[in-house]
């Protein structure tokens, strides 16, 4: 029998981490999706919180937010392709939930990819406006109050 061990879910932790955080969003955005390398860095990075979920010292996903008054921004939502489907971004959006808590923000907005809407609605996000296109990919606003 295989045993898997649990991952946690934190804020990352140190240069090595935060250089494997950007690999799996390279690997995620650039490789997978096709969004240019200059557009998957876009200059927010150093002002921003990053979460991961680690596994035994791998980073199986990752995501940012960045804070603007009592808004956060929430994105870079990634998730190693062989990890999906097993709750990894459910558990970051948590995370990404109480630590908006804890900076006394009042809402989490974000660009979601159409195709990963039930994703945030089920974690209790709701849509604004009509789909537009970013990076070349369709998205739609959406937003949560805390
Ligand atoms: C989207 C992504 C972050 C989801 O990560 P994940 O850890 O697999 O998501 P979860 O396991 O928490 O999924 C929870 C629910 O979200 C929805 N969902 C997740 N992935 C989905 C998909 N590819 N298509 C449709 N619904 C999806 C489902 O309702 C799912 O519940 P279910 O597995 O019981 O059906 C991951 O597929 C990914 O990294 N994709 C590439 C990058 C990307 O698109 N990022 C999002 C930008 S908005």
Do not use: N
């Not at 494997?20 to 955005?29: A, G, I, K, M």
């Not at 650039?30 to 200059?43: I, K, S, T, Y």
């Not at 680690?54 to 996903?61: S, W």
């Not at 089920?122 to 990919?137: D, H, K, N």
Request: hydrophobic share 40%; glycine share 8%.
């Amino acid at each position: 029998m295989t045993v898997v061990s649990p991952y946690e879910v934190r804020r990352a932790r140190g240069d090595q981490e935060y250089a494997d955080l950007l690999d799996l969003r390279y690997e995620v955005f650039c490789v997978e999706q096709g969004v240019p390398r200059h557009e998957e860095l876009d200059g927010r990075d150093h002002g921003g919180v990053h979460l991961v979920a680690v596994r035994e010292g791998e980073v199986l996903g990752t995501c940012r937010l960045v804070f603007v008054g009592t808004t956060v921004q929430f994105s870079r939502l990634a998730v190693r392709k062989s990890a999906r489907r097993r709750g990894i971004a459910t558990t970051l959006l948590e995370e990404a939930d109480a630590q908006s808590r804890a900076a006394d923000a009042r809402r989490l907005v974000l660009h979601a990819q159409t195709y990963a809407r039930e994703l945030y609605e089920r974690a209790g996000y709701r849509t604004r406006g009509r789909p537009f296109v970013e990076a070349g990919i369709e998205h739609v606003a959406m937003e949560k109050t805390l």
